[in-house]
């Protein structure tokens, strides 16, 4: 090998890799180029409910719960009358926010104590969901309840029955199932317009520190301000960790990870669009790869879920994935896949695509018939063309049409709007505790899957592990 000319051996290389992508792209080619889009707003007029006055309380003043009180107190008629946080600075900060006079608390029991608050907003960490929940439900409140609906699976079922019960509200907190894109995907599916539906693809990505829950913590944070003790009560008992506190998500006594705050959302959204009552089969995988700052939840994860046939839709198979170190910069999608095309849905815009197949089959191009004698190809081709006409052997090329949300639209106010508007009138939510129950306790397995490294089987008729 000495003699051999280097740059004889790069044209060589070269050559190699020009033949070879040129032969795997022929087959393709033949691909009718699609049409050019078509754009089209999606339809939306909100009417609001008369403007009954509805008093709330905020019981968990965190991100979410900031984000929650902000937009439920865009919809007329609701009115805030005290928040509970067990970080005192949290309770500094509503009152600078809402005036002093504001009631502040950080014994949630409090709250629910009140006669003039009508309804809670539930925004703390995962494993208090169910205890402050059947509290509420106990009192006389209307709950709007953060996802995931419950720490544990078994914690679940009480609070189903609690709600049935009590006849208040119950509104779990995933608000794309109140998206009007969620909607028109939904009203497509069922005309068939992709066909028939057998696989999803979601992906939830995040590439950010704040992303990934890194939030910052309070240069005064201590077991003494953010009542530490309280904190623990329905857990094991454990010196201050102000990470644990502040960073909850991350850890498996307090939250549920990467499946239940954002596996949850995939699941609402594919649940709603389908009509689905659930998967049968679950099995869920991740790592490490990035965010190794004491967690014990990863920071990359798929899922694999197989749904049944059933009276509401054709069997299909629901790919999940969360990665917080993505190099696509973060993206929230949802796929639906049929058998004539797709339906992709991006926050609260869809994009429809069209693949119809020839109804010939296939015949040339990467093929065997290549391989035969000539007088066999030239034979087989004559009597193909004449079986099948020119337009049979065609694809039916069709350009995307794209949905887009209004300019401003937002599904969060939507999903309040549909809240309090059950609360004055009496009518069913879309997100109620069994619909929350049939997104959540997936979700959880797929925990469950990881750690115990084995397939879940799950009942969605009889909604119990198998």
């Known amino acids: 090998m000495k003699n051999d000319n280097p740059n004889k051996r790069r044209k060589f290389l070269r050559q190699i890799g020009a033949?070879?992508?040129?032969?795997?792209?022929?087959?393709?080619?033949?691909?009718?180029?699609q049409e050019k889009a078509e754009e089209r707003i999606l339809r939306y007029d909100r009417e609001f409910a008369n403007n009954d006055k509805v008093r709330i309380g905020v019981i968990g003043y965190g991100v979410q719960g900031h984000f929650d009180l902000n937009t439920a107190l865009r919809v007329p008629g609701v009115e805030l009358a005290g928040i509970c946080d067990l970080y005192q600075g949290r309770l500094v900060n509503a009152q600078e926010q809402y005036g002093k006079e504001l009631y502040v608390t950080r014994n949630y029991k409090d709250l629910l104590d009140r006669d003039d608050i009508d309804a809670v907003l539930i925004c703390t960490t995962d494993v208090w969901h169910s205890k402050i929940t059947l509290d509420a439900l106990a009192k006389g409140k209307h709950v709007y309840l953060e996802k995931p609906m419950m720490h544990k699976i078994e914690e679940g079922y009480p609070i189903m029955e609690a709600a049935k019960k009590s006849g208040q509200v119950l509104?779990?907190?995933?608000?794309?199932?109140?998206?009007?894109?969620?909607?028109?995907?939904?009203?497509?599916?069922?005309?068939?317009?992709?066909g028939e539906l057998n696989m999803v693809q979601a992906a939830w990505d995040r590439q950010s520190s704040i992303g990934a829950w890194e939030y910052t913590i309070p240069d005064d944070a201590s077991a003494e301000t953010t009542d530490w003790?309280?904190?623990?009560?329905?857990?094991?008992?454990?010196?201050?960790?102000?990470?644990?506190?502040?960073?909850?998500?991350?850890?498996?006594e307090f939250g549920t990870g990467v499946a239940g705050d954002l596996y949850i959302h995939l699941l609402s959204g594919t649940h709603f669009i389908t009509n689905s009552k659930g998967?049968?089969?679950?099995?869920?995988t991740g790592q490490f790869s990035y965010w190794k700052d004491g967690r014990d939840m990863p920071d990359v994860m798929s899922?694999?879920?197989q749904y049944p046939k059933s009276e509401e839709h054709p069997a299909f198979q629901l790919n999940l994935r969360v990665n917080f170190i993505s190099g696509t910069g973060g993206q929230e999608i949802i796929q639906l896949i049929g058998s004539e095309g797709t339906i992709t849905i991006n926050r609260n815009d869809i994009t429809v695509g069209y693949s119809k197949m020839p109804e010939a089959p296939g015949f040339g191009g990467y093929d065997s018939v290549f391989t035969f004698p000539e007088e066999m190809q030239d034979r087989m081709k004559a009597a193909y063309d004449k079986k099948w006409s020119e337009a049979q052997q065609k694809r039916h090329p069709k350009g995307d049409v794209i949905?887009?949300?209004?300019?401003?639209?937002?599904?969060?106010?939507?999903?309040f709007t549909n809240f309090f508007d059950a609360i004055r009138s009496g009518k069913t939510v879309i997100e109620d505790a069994e619909f929350g129950f049939r997104a959540a306790a997936p979700a959880l397995a797929c925990n469950t899957s990881y750690f115990e490294k084995k397939i879940m089987t799950w009942d969605p008729v009889k909604l119990q592990l198998v």
């Open 229 to 252: 003790e309280t904190f623990i009560e329905v857990t094991d008992k454990m010196a201050f960790d102000a990470k644990k506190f502040f960073w909850w998500r991350a850890f498996s």
């Open 403 to 415: 949905y887009k949300a209004p300019e401003g639209y937002s599904d969060h106010l939507d999903h």
């Open 303 to 305: 899922g694999v879920m």
């Open 279 to 284: 998967p049968n089969d679950i099995y869920s």
């Open 171 to 194: 509104q779990v907190g995933s608000q794309r199932v109140s998206s009007v894109g969620y909607a028109k995907a939904k009203e497509l599916l069922a005309a068939g317009e992709i």
């Open 19 to 33: 033949t070879t992508l040129v032969s795997a792209a022929t087959p393709f080619a033949s691909f009718a180029a």
